[in-house]
């Protein structure tokens, strides 16, 4: 046959090649001694036009009507008897058509249904209707007497019948899949199984037989290769081996031969088609229960190497447990944290690989999931090679088709070097938390010993200038403007070391705080700064936070001062203080206009006694925008700044947002 990409290029010359194959296998069928010359126990062209339908397209039916009308005029009906048959004939081929398809019918024939489908919608059913029109066409036409109205009925339902489940499996079968898998074994035993079908068939319906009662049994001799054809070469070779066996016998009865032999030759095919159809239908039903096991068992042994392939694609140990803990599937990673080979694994439970005090806590774990059917996530422990190590699993409920949990399916990830690694953070950062207290509490105790010696130096220069004013030269008040201009700088000095000591301490209480109230007051204590500086100082409406008052004070201040020590560089220096609703936070600005921060030093300034490199000196200890982001964390929030070097700096900082009842935002 050709393929059915190229027929549907050809649509004419395919109908007409159908048609021509039709005649011919009409016109041997009705050589068979056909009832009332029409009725035919042997039609193959059933099946041929029920194949060509299923596999090329219902578009070819006007190739079954041209043959079936050609084939009943060549055989002598009349024009208008001819074309009754052809329509029957033809309704016949595509109600088979139109069932099959609406039922899902396979051509391959690989499952009980679509062996069903053939034999009761197809060869049942639709064979009714050419029956039907056939013989009534021969009625009117004068053709059939009444009284020989059931006999042709019959003799036509059952040639159309046993040409579908005989003719039509052979071409559907071959033609849905025409590559050929056999090894040289298979070969082998397909023309050893030919060899025993032929001889076994010549032997029953090659040469003549008593009495048929006596002689029927020896048909049923086939049955063994049928069954071996079903059960080694499925649907194909179940279809192959009907039709060659019903070849023979149909040319052994027309010799008068075979169990089957009447006294006329539509007698004894009448006979041999009832169990042919029998035979052919139960053959072609084992075979597609085997191929649908073939199938079945692909399909599991694909599933379970794709399983295997992704449990083997990861260094986390998967496995699968029945009910009662049992290993039904472990990965390598799996059995290895287990310290045994899969093989020594897989049908085990827990308490065989592991001590009792390791494995009774995870098949508890197990049937905690097997009674909830919920899913489980938690750390276990077990020992391997004697060591200890902690497991993270994730563990749920294995169920079949129908929802009933079977056992545990789980993956679980060794976090041994992580829980160390934490371990080790967790000691390391206690470590730092002390050594921080230490230093800060060294600080605090330093600078406050600081204060006294530098206040009498303060002290004692200020009352030297007084006293000696009249008698010191010019170069020593100079001298004496110097150590008091330098002690007051230590003094701020040793202020903001003791204020960022004191940062962060216990012992402040969280409060309610308006920060515009704050700003404001904050402005006024600097109004001086800001007169000497010309600069404006600007802020709109600013939230209620709630945090602690001092902290917070010397964050807005720090950041306010080192704003207007900056904007005075530019000649209209303007600093701009704002804030806005940032999901639970408060997202606070403080933007000058002054000359800018490099990026490569936005990190560094908030860091003790860290400034710009190359920057012009501004006064100021180098502490306080470490006070303020130390304060800023204190409150649970992050402070950064912004800035390309050039036309200004933003410093940007969170606060956790309150509600308007003064609770924190959730």
């Known amino acids: 046959m050709m393929k059915a990409g190229r027929l549907s290029n050809y649509p004419f010359l395919a109908a007409g090649f159908l048609a021509v194959l039709y005649v011919l296998a009409a016109k041997l069928g009705l050589m068979m001694d056909a009832v009332s010359g029409f009725a035919s126990l042997v039609w193959p062209p059933t099946g041929i036009a029920l194949a060509a339908l299923l596999l090329f397209g219902s578009h070819l039916w006007p190739g079954i009507a041209l043959g079936a009308f050609a084939a009943n005029l060549w055989n002598g009906a009349p024009p208008l008897v001819a074309a009754g048959i052809g329509f029957g004939n033809t309704l016949e081929a595509l109600l088979g058509f139109r069932l099959l398809e609406r039922v899902g019918f396979h051509n391959s024939l690989g499952r009980v249904r679509d062996v069903a489908a053939l034999a009761v919608l197809a060869a049942g059913i639709s064979t009714t209707v050419s029956a039907t029109a056939g013989v009534a066409s021969l009625y009117l036409g004068g053709i059939v007497l009444v009284e020989n109205l059931g006999t042709t009925w019959r003799a036509w339902w059952l040639g159309d019948l046993t040409g ?197 806590p995870l098949m508890e774990r197990d049937q905690e999931v097997i009674n909830t059917g919920e899913m489980r996530s938690g750390e276990e422990v077990i020992a391997v090679d004697g060591k200890p190590r902690t497991f993270f699993s994730t563990k749920g409920p294995y169920r079949d088709h129908q929802g009933r949990t079977l056992g545990v ?84 000095i040793i202020t903001d070391l003791l204020a960022y000591a004191r940062t962060g301490q216990a012992g402040q209480s969280l409060e309610i705080i308006d920060t515009s109230a704050l700003v404001d007051g904050l402005l006024r204590d600097l109004k001086p700064l800001i007169q000497k500086s010309r600069a404006t100082v600007l802020h709109g409406n600013l939230p209620v936070v709630a945090g602690y008052r ?117």
């Not at 933007?591 to 560094?604: A, Q, R, T």
């Open 164 to 360: 579908a489940i005989v003719t039509g499996p052979l071409l559907l079968t071959w033609a849905s899949d025409r590559r050929l898998r056999a090894g040289g074994r298979l070969w082998a035993e397909a023309i050893g199984l030919a060899a025993l079908l032929v001889s076994v068939s010549l032997f029953i319906f090659g040469r003549p037989f008593g009495a048929p009662s006596e002689e029927f049994p020896k048909a049923y001799w086939l049955l063994p290769p049928f069954l071996w054809a079903a059960i080694r070469f499925g649907p194909r070779g179940a279809a192959t081996s009907t039709f060659l066996v019903s070849v023979i016998a149909i040319w052994g009865a027309a010799m008068g031969f075979g169990p089957f032999a009447r006294k006329t030759l539509h007698e004894t095919l009448f006979h041999f088609q009832g169990f042919m159809a029998v035979v052919t239908v139960t053959t072609l039903t084992l075979a597609a229960v085997i191929a649908e096991r073939w199938e079945s068992d692909r399909t599991v042994r694909k599933s379970h190497a794709l399983l295997q392939a992704v449990a083997e694609g990861t260094t986390d140990a998967v496995f699968v447990k029945d009910s009662e803990g049992h290993y039904l599937l472990i990965n390598s990673a799996g059995a290895s944290a287990l310290g045994r080979p899969v093989k020594e694994v897989v049908g085990k439970r827990d308490t065989e690989l592991l001590p009792s005090e390791l494995a009774l």
């Open 409 to 492: 399916i789980g993956i679980a990830r060794d976090i041994t070097e992580r829980k160390e690694a934490e371990e080790a953070l967790r000691r390391q950062k206690d470590e730092l938390e002390r050594s921080n207290a230490e230093l800060q509490q060294f600080s605090y105790a330093v600078s406050h010993d600081l204060r006294e010696p530098l206040r009498a130096i303060a002290g004692y220069a200020a009352l030297l200038e007084r006293r000696s004013a009249v008698k010191l030269d010019p170069a020593s008040l100079r001298h004496l403007e110097q150590i008091a201009g330098a002690s007051k700088r230590m003094e701020g």
């Open 550 to 666: 001092t902290p917070l004070r010397a964050v807005f201040q720090n950041l306010i001062v080192n704003a207007i020590k900056y904007a005075a560089k530019s000649k209209d220096s303007r600093v701009e203080i704002g804030a806005s609703s940032q999901d639970r936070f408060w997202y606070f600005t403080v933007k000058d206009n002054g000359p800018g921060i490099p990026p490569e030093y936005h990190d560094l300034v908030f860091k003790l006694f860290q400034r710009i490199p190359g920057a012009e000196a501004a006064e100021g200890t180098g502490i306080g925008l470490a006070i303020a982001r130390k304060a800023v964390e204190q409150h649970g929030g992050k402070i950064w700044v912004e800035s390309d070097g050039s036309n200004g700096s933003t410093f940007c900082f969170l606060l956790p947002a309150v509600s308007q009842r003064g609770g924190t935002a959730a």
